[in-house]
């Protein structure tokens, strides 16, 4: 199966930027979905960003509570999926996971289309 390990979480003022990287080993898919979540304390889990790729076309996709100030993106081979994060709010602290699956009809918004899940990366947004 596809192994997915966030990295690049760690403690951040407000305003600040951070990379988050999703790596991804083990069995690779032409045709792929690479989503990020987040989970704050007391929270559900929640999308945060996604991206879809295949024959050559890419497809990004972000919630309104991020749009503008995060930017997903992927490597050349589909390997590393990054999410830039700027601007940071306190309210953007959680856990962050990325999730993969293969492509689908199904909305990027949804776990449901995604298989693999990494153990997360803790973003802490303080002053």
């Known amino acids: 199966q596809v192994q997915l390990v966030e990295s690049g979480g760690r403690l951040v003022q407000p305003g600040g930027s951070l990379r988050l990287s999703c790596a991804a080993s083990?069995?690779?898919?032409?045709?792929?979905?690479v989503g990020w979540f987040r989970q704050a304390p007391a929270k559900a889990r929640e999308f945060v960003a996604g991206i879809r790729w295949h024959t050559g076309s890419v497809s990004t996709d972000y919630a309104d509570s991020v749009k503008g100030r995060f930017t997903i993106s992927k490597s050349d081979t589909g390997n590393t999926v990054y999410l830039q994060m700027d601007n940071l709010e306190i309210e953007d602290t959680a856990v962050y996971y990325c999730?993969?699956?293969?492509?689908?009809?199904?909305?990027?918004?949804?776990?449901?289309?995604?298989?693999?899940w990494g153990q997360g990366t803790q973003v802490t947004v303080s002053s």
């Open positions: 999730a993969s699956g293969l492509i689908s009809t199904m909305s990027m918004r949804t776990s449901r289309a995604y298989s693999y």
């Open positions: 083990g069995r690779t898919f032409r045709m792929q979905t």
